[in-house]
């Protein structure tokens, strides 16, 4: 299914879904992995403690942010593919930032983490037929289709490394 099957809008996260090019949530999804697979590694490992400004993230920091982002939002997903219409619970995103102890970790493992979630997630996503991309329950405070989900998660990646590119490399 393309994005053209989310259903209802689900607002806010429009930003994110609106930065995925016009593939079906699968193609969309193997493109996203591509794409973590094809960073320039050794240039991002030399700034991978590198944040841009006071207060900022690190790069490792901002990977780091991606994978605690798509961990929440994958979970969300299989509360609303599996009809479970309980709220999803929120997040803080900036304390997760506070506690992610990439200063100890180095940027490959980083990255190895957030490959192996991106897989799991594909394989979530794989696992669906149409009927369950269109479920929708309550994220934060808008209606989100499954579908939505997906294109968010990858639209959310696709923010984070236009940042990347423009900021620290």
Known sequence: MKKE??????????????????????EALDASLQELQALDM????????????PGK???????????DTERVFAYRTLLFARNDKNVAPGFDQD???ENTFTSSRSLEEVMDELIAVRKSTIALFRS???????????????????????FTLI???????RILHERYL
């Open 155 to 161: 639209g959310h990646q696709i923010h984070h490394l």
């Open 57 to 67: 993230w690190t790069v490792k920091d901002v990977f780091q942010h991606i994978t």
């Open 42 to 53: 050794a240039r991002l490992t030399s700034l991978a403690d590198y944040a841009y400004a």
């Open 5 to 26: 099957a989310i259903s209802p809008d689900p607002e806010y996260f429009g930003r994110y879904i609106n930065q995925v090019p016009d593939l079906t949530i699968r």
């Open 128 to 150: 669906f037929p149409d009927e369950a991309l269109l479920r929708y329950g309550t994220c934060w405070k808008y209606q989100m289709s499954v579908l939505a989900m997906g």
């Open 95 to 97: 304390l997760y930032a």
